[in-house]
């Protein structure tokens, strides 16, 4: 049975990126582990990133940062839940209050690449 109050932790970022360079960052980011991408247009992908700790996370954002081709690359939002929290989606829990799931969003959501 799984700890009931392990983490895991699920962000959205946008990565802008060199217009030219786009599609040798979009391989690259096909290739990392726990990195999907949601969507891309003109300079500026979505992605989404699954881990087991923030830290987890941005270690993840900090190795697309560093990619070729990459201008910024910020995290838009994060949500964390527990194995709990799934069980009761699922019914198989009783309720519990909700504070259990912690979310948090960035204050500027807008990257602006120069």
């Not at 895991?8 to 960052?25: N, T």
């Not at 070729?68 to 009783?94: I, K, L, N, Y």
């Not at 309720?95 to 602006?112: F, V």
Request: charged letters at 25%; glycine letters at 8%; a negative charge.
């Amino acid at each position: 049975m799984p700890d009931a109050e392990a983490r895991y932790h699920i962000s959205s970022a946008v990565v802008a990126v060199v217009p030219a360079m786009k599609e040798s960052v979009l391989e690259a980011l096909s290739g990392m582990n726990n990195v999907e991408v949601y969507g891309h247009q003109d300079g500026k992908i979505v992605v989404v990133i699954e881990g087991t700790s923030t830290g987890m996370l941005g270690e993840c954002l900090s190795r697309i940062s560093a990619l070729p081709g990459v201008v910024a690359a910020s995290m838009v939002f994060e949500h964390v839940e527990t194995a709990r929290d799934e069980e009761r989606a699922q019914g198989s829990a009783p309720s519990a209050p909700s504070d259990a799931i912690e979310e948090r969003k960035s204050d500027d959501r807008r990257i602006d690449a120069a």
